[in-house]
């Protein structure tokens, strides 16, 4: 399927994992790519697209800012003069722990992360996905439902609370809204490690807690792979979605939540 020909998205977080496979397979439906991420391996992935024929920008940049947000999102306005998709890709738990053993700088770090860089890009894009008749498309989570990771929930919570409002502001204006939820997805080593902190017994233990509620909540018993999350993300994107609009998809094996 070519569902992308002489169109332009821009994905975030897209040097590795959910972000890299989502846009080898957009490059492969004729998307034109901007990619954005804080780690410099994004440059390395788009010069391999490049070499298959994908027009394609790769930018780094600190999403947690709006200033960085801003820079990209006009960046890449001004380098393909539209931009009709922007997928939402920036976020995941740093910690994984009980609620009361998170200090401070550790909730404010996890909101930075996984709320903030969907917030600003949102409110970037906006002007030139209004102009092209665009759409958003969030990666949310089902940890919302999960355990030890609250401040990344919460997070996440205001990412699909995000996505329901605005796709209501924005539907007369002719901007889709929607958001994938994924559940546990297996993936490569991280390029980039969203902790190298080093981790004890008892973290060690709470991260298999965590693991365990994320198997037994979903009715398949077991973790997704790339291709699984990045699907649901394409044909939200696509026209073929055309009549959808706030709408938060979970992709988690039948999360009966």
Same mark, same amino acid.
């Given at each position: 399927?070519?569902?992308?020909?002489?169109? /332009?998205?821009?994905?975030?977080?897209?040097?590795?994992?959910?972000?890299?496979?989502?846009?080898?397979?957009? !490059?492969?439906?004729?998307?034109?790519?901007?990619?954005?991420?804080?780690?410099?391996?994004?440059?390395?992935?788009?010069?391999?697209?490049?070499?298959?024929?994908?027009?394609?920008?790769?930018?780094?940049?600190?999403?947690?800012?709006?200033?960085?947000? &801003?820079?990209?999102?006009?960046?890449?306005?001004?380098?393909?003069?539209?931009?009709?998709?922007?997928?939402?890709?920036?976020?995941?738990?740093?910690?994984?722990?009980?609620?009361?053993?998170?200090?401070?700088?550790?909730?404010? !770090?996890?909101?930075?992360?996984?709320?903030?860089?969907?917030?600003?890009?949102?409110?970037?894009?906006?002007?030139?996905?209004? #102009?092209?008749?665009?759409?958003?498309?969030?990666?949310?989570?089902?940890?919302?439902?999960?355990?030890?990771? /609250?401040?990344?929930?919460?997070?996440?919570?205001?990412?699909?609370?995000?996505?329901?409002?605005?796709?209501?502001?924005?539907? #007369?204006?002719?901007?889709? /809204?929607?958001?994938?939820?994924?559940?546990?997805? #297996?993936?490569?080593?991280?390029?980039?490690?969203?902790?190298? #902190?080093?981790?004890?017994?008892?973290?060690?233990?709470?991260?298999?807690?965590?693991? &365990?509620?994320?198997?037994?909540?979903?009715?398949?018993?077991?973790?997704?792979?790339? &291709?699984?999350?990045?699907?649901?993300?394409?044909?939200?994107?696509? &026209?073929? !979605?055309?009549?959808?609009?706030?709408?938060?998809?979970?992709?988690?094996?039948?999360?009966?939540?």
């Amino acid at each position: 399927m070519r569902r992308f020909d002489n169109k /332009v998205m821009l994905i975030t977080g897209a040097a590795q994992g959910i972000g890299r496979r989502l846009a080898e397979r957009a !490059a492969e439906e004729g998307a034109s790519l901007a990619l954005v991420d804080r780690a410099e391996h994004v440059h390395a992935l788009a010069a391999e697209l490049e070499q298959q024929g994908t027009r394609v920008l790769a930018l780094n940049a600190d999403l947690e800012t709006w200033s960085g947000a &801003d820079d990209a999102l006009r960046q890449a306005y001004q380098h393909f003069g539209r931009l009709d998709v922007l997928v939402n890709n920036v976020g995941g738990t740093i910690w994984a722990q009980p609620y009361t053993h998170y200090q401070p700088q550790q909730i404010e !770090a996890e909101v930075r992360r996984s709320l903030f860089p969907t917030l600003w890009c949102c409110h970037a894009a906006l002007p030139y996905l209004i #102009e092209s008749g665009g759409n958003i498309v969030n990666v949310s989570s089902v940890a919302t439902r999960g355990v030890n990771r /609250v401040p990344y929930a919460s997070a996440k919570g205001g990412v699909n609370a995000l996505t329901v409002t605005l796709a209501i502001e924005m539907a #007369e204006q002719g901007v889709r /809204v929607n958001a994938t939820a994924p559940g546990g997805t #297996e993936a490569p080593p991280r390029l980039t490690p969203r902790n190298s #902190e080093p981790q004890s017994e008892q973290d060690q233990v709470w991260y298999q807690q965590l693991v &365990d509620q994320t198997l037994t909540s979903s009715l398949m018993h077991r973790y997704g792979n790339l &291709d699984e999350q990045v699907g649901p993300i394409l044909f939200l994107a696509s &026209d073929e !979605a055309s009549y959808i609009t706030g709408s938060i998809l979970p992709v988690a094996g039948g999360d009966p939540g």
